[in-house]
């Protein structure tokens, strides 16, 4: 499977370098047949690092894939060199002539069928199959972890930004009413108990059905990132903000909706529970449904497939039943101060739920497009 993996680490911007105690023209036959080299120029003895600067030696790893001959030393000034470089470095080695050059690299992958005690107790990997191409998988799993990081990191802090946008509104609108001695005063959408509901319950399984969101194509068709790279970057940020705006505009048009057309003429009480319980909804909906768009961060979810992660499906599923429950059991219902929504409720509160996911969907399209 060799070729055919180093092939696909070309594709991910890894460049694999051969080094090896065979002569140079078995190293270079070997080299080329597996595409790590198209010249023989790319070639070089290992002795002829032994008179060379550190500067040279690193303008050699720039240009050569394959080392010949190379002795232990060699090894550590190849990799001290790449390093020196700005590169990031892995060694893979079985003998005790590997070790040191294995230690000095940022990841040491050692052979743990052929390798020897030695090269596995430097190493921070080892290989149970001794397979490169096994190298080769886990840093395309390792991508898909990555991306599922930031994919979660993302909704949880849009939804909580959003809940925040939602609570501050309230909270500037009766500042502005009190002082303006209108007589009036607004009130908060959410109560704390709702609020402790979504992001102990609802938040929570979303997030988790994020991590195992399967990779998505071409994962293994980008570049390396930087190692310095903030997990949450400019790209990220306006995606957030953006999820964070629509989730509260559409929260608070459900607040204003149930309290003011849905509750009016009804008591104080019972006007606030109406104008909650449509916030509530909204939001949990709202949340659900922005979980389904951020398991892309470029792709929508017509490219992706509406259910090839049945983690988040079934968590959907489990934060609908969830609401259903604390809406129309009574006992819940009285402990949480929900009315009893009706069909007429349901539907603005499922066009705004909406808002958010659509948002995304424009959002992504987008960003696909630039």
């Known amino acids: 499977e060799a070729k055919a993996a180093i092939a ?17 023209e078995t190293a270079y036959a070997i080299g080329k047949e597996l595409g ?23 303008k050699i790893v720039k240009e050569k894939r394959i080392f010949a001959r190379v002795s232990p030393q060699n090894k550590v000034q190849i990799v001290d060199a790449l390093k020196a470089n700005g590169e990031i470095t892995a060694m893979t080695g079985d003998g005790v002539n590997d070790a040191p050059a294995i230690k000095r690299a940022d990841i040491g992958v050692s052979m743990g069928i052929t390798g020897t005690d030695v090269a596995k107790n430097t190493a921070e990997v080892i290989l149970t199959d001794d397979n490169f191409a096994t190298i080769v998988n886990a840093v395309e799993e390792g991508r898909i972890i990555y991306a599922n990081i930031k994919k979660f990191v993302n ?30 005063r607004f ?13 102990l319950v609802t938040d929570s ?11 998505e194509k071409g994962v293994m068709e980008e570049k ?6 903030p997990i949450i970057g400019k790209k990220e940020m306006s995606s957030i903000i953006v999820q964070a705006i629509a989730i509260g505009v ?19 009480e019972e006007k606030l529970a109406e ?26 979810m017509s490219e992706i497939g509406w259910f090839s992660n049945k983690s988040m499906n079934m968590a959907i599923l489990i934060g609908v039943s969830l609401l259903l429950i604390v809406l129309y059991i009574p006992f819940l219902a009285s402990l949480f101060r929900v009315s009893f929504m009706t069909l007429k409720e349901w539907v603005p509160t499922l066009i705004l739920a909406t808002i958010p996911f659509l948002a995304t969907e424009i959002h992504q399209g987008m960003q696909e497009k630039k």
């Not at 696909?8 to 140079?24: H, K």
């Not at 790590?36 to 030696?57: F, R, V, Y």
């Not at 399984?205 to 990779?215: C, N, V």
């Not at 922005?290 to 398991?295: L, P, Y």
Request: negative net charge.
């Open 8 to 24: 696909e680490t070309r594709s991910a911007g890894i460049t694999t370098m051969m080094i090896t105690g065979d002569y140079l």
């Open 187 to 199: 009130p908060t959408p959410l109560s704390p108990i709702m609020l402790l509901w979504l992001n």
């Open 224 to 229: 390396p990132r930087d190692p310095a790279e």
């Open 250 to 268: 559409a929260t608070l048009a459900a607040f204003a909706i149930g309290y003011f057309y849905f509750g009016h003429g009804l008591s104080g």
């Open 205 to 215: 399984l979303p997030a988790l059905a994020l991590g195992m969101e399967p990779g």
């Open 36 to 58: 790590i080299a198209d010249h023989e120029s790319q070639a070089i003895m290992g002795a002829e690092l032994n008179d060379k600067s550190e500067e040279e030696i690193r």
């Open 275 to 300: 104008g909650r319980t449509m916030t509530f909804a909204t939001l949990i909906l709202a949340e659900l449904f922005r979980a389904m768009a951020a398991r892309s961060e470029t792709q929508t």
């Open 155 to 184: 909704f949880l802090l849009s939804c909580n930004i959003g809940e925040v946008i939602v609570v501050a509104a309230a909270m500037i609108i009766d500042l502005i009413l009190v002082f303006s001695n209108s007589g009036f």
